[in-house]
């Protein structure tokens, strides 16, 4: 007996379990052949469905080829999986079985349901690139059918939604078909339900996805002239996606959290303008490595990002498109609240994040309409992720081209500001032609969109390396104002205080912006080292230096924090490292361009550096 598995990966295996070495080719007239109801087409059919896009005589020689290379494969079985005639092919379910009989299968109502969603949630034939329009368009017609047939299987399980885990079998299915289709009026109320929402035994409503006439009655039971028409939902609505909560520690309390949030992905089913990623998927994100990637797959536009820890649960809403924390909080989960709170906190998790949403869908929608733009936009910041010259540069080109196809796109702007101040970093040469382009830039975006707080970020860094140090807090303040948990502008009003010579709060902010982006950046770190060393904590400068991946930008730094404690050999090799890079550098020449507000701050790096030998 062998078992055709359709949903996940597309193959045969034997009944010990070891694969079938057989071509996809034949995989995939193997799948076709026992969806359909007679298992049985003519040759003419088969060769349409596995080659339309050659010519019909060709077809027939490839599907010719491929009967033999199958005969060669099952020629030592006592029962063959195929008949063939000389204008048919027939599959032998005797000799095959498949998954797709669970489909046919009997049983409970609330079994059925369970089998069916576990089944469906690994998405049908998933490893195969169809060659063909016909390929395609059948995958796609039979994918619609198991949706169909799992919301039947959902409707017929309702009666035995009291029973014990039928709740949770239900939402399961509910999330699952609101993930495909977010207009689904009838399941997304049957879910708010069982959320609590209301009784189950309330008519639902009939799930019509067009234009619904709501009529307005007065006082006295007439029906006015006046009818207020609601128009339909977007056919595009964003996504997103809450991905299950991660623990150094696996404990009862990570189970409860993951409940949690399953509540919240429930109630946030009621939102008409978001479609939600189904709990099986968001858990497959969770577990990849390249998880953006897969993100960007799934065209999400949000992350929901849950940490447990013994502070309680962390939660951060990331938009993906520009890696913006845009709101983040932390809530209480002790053992002996949790269970009485779960509710409560899963409320106002949801509030949070629905509040959040409708206030970003303006930027993602100008991000959306101009996708030209947008592509070579992203692919300039994720340039500037690394601070080399040429990367830079190309990024500056980039953001450039980007301009060419929306000449206001204001990111492209804020981009190539931070091209410009970048450079002058790098360079350290104090080329004060490069800080004036990056405030033009920098007032350009501020111009073109002055609610967000990245152009103020920008035009704050400028100002800060034109020495205008309080003109350079007051824009980061604004900046944070405009977007209190986007973690890159938190480190930039905190690099600015460090030079407003007040490192003791700007250690406090940096570690603010780390606690919301704990993965921190390089830069976030270098800040962190250069406020520990203007509070005199030198170790722990050299704490942060130390955990920078490319510590290049840094190494003047530690080699100043080392002579400070006396570790010469330290300080010996961080400044070779730096020389190395810049081997131009002067002390005087970059003490006398770099802008601190106090004397004393100045003073204190001299003598750092001197003592470092440079």
Known sequence: MLHLQTFGDLRLIETNGDPVRYPIKGLLMMAHLYAGASHELSRYELAQFLWNDVEADLARLNLRKLLSRIRETDGGRAEMPFDFTATTVRLNTQVVSSDLDIFRAGGSPLERLNAIAELTQRGFIGNIKPATKLI???IRAQRDTQALQLRQALLDALPDAQKPGAARTISSAALQILERDPHDEQVRA??????GGSSLNESLPNGDDHARVQVKRSETGETPADIERISPMPLILPRLVLLPPTSKHADAGLALANALIEDVTIELCALRNISIVAPHTAGQIRRDSEKAAVV???SIAYLLDTKLSEEGLFAQLVYFPTDEIIWANRFAMTPDILPRQRRLIAQQLTMSVAR??????EERLRFEANPEAYHAYLVGSSLMSKLTLPHIRRARKAFKQSLSHKADFSPSFTGLARTFTSEWLVTAQGNNEL???AEQNALRAIERDPASAAGHRELGVTKLYLGDVDASVAALHLAEELSPHFADVIYSHADTLVHASRPGD???KIKKAISLNPIAP???LWCAAGASFFLEQYEEAIAYVEAMKDKAPAHRIAAASCAMIGDRKRALFHRQRAESINPVFDVE??????PFKEHWQKELYREGLLKAGF
Do not use: F, G, P
């Open 522 to 524: 390089d830069a976030y």
């Open 435 to 437: 800080l004036h382009l």
């Open 190 to 195: 049957l879910l708010h339900r069982l959320s």
């Open 589 to 594: 020449k970059w003490l006398a361009i770099v």
């Open 136 to 138: 395609d368009a059948w």
């Open 506 to 508: 700007a250690l406090a």
């Open 356 to 361: 959040e949403l409708a206030e970003n869908e």
């Open 296 to 298: 960007a797959r799934h």
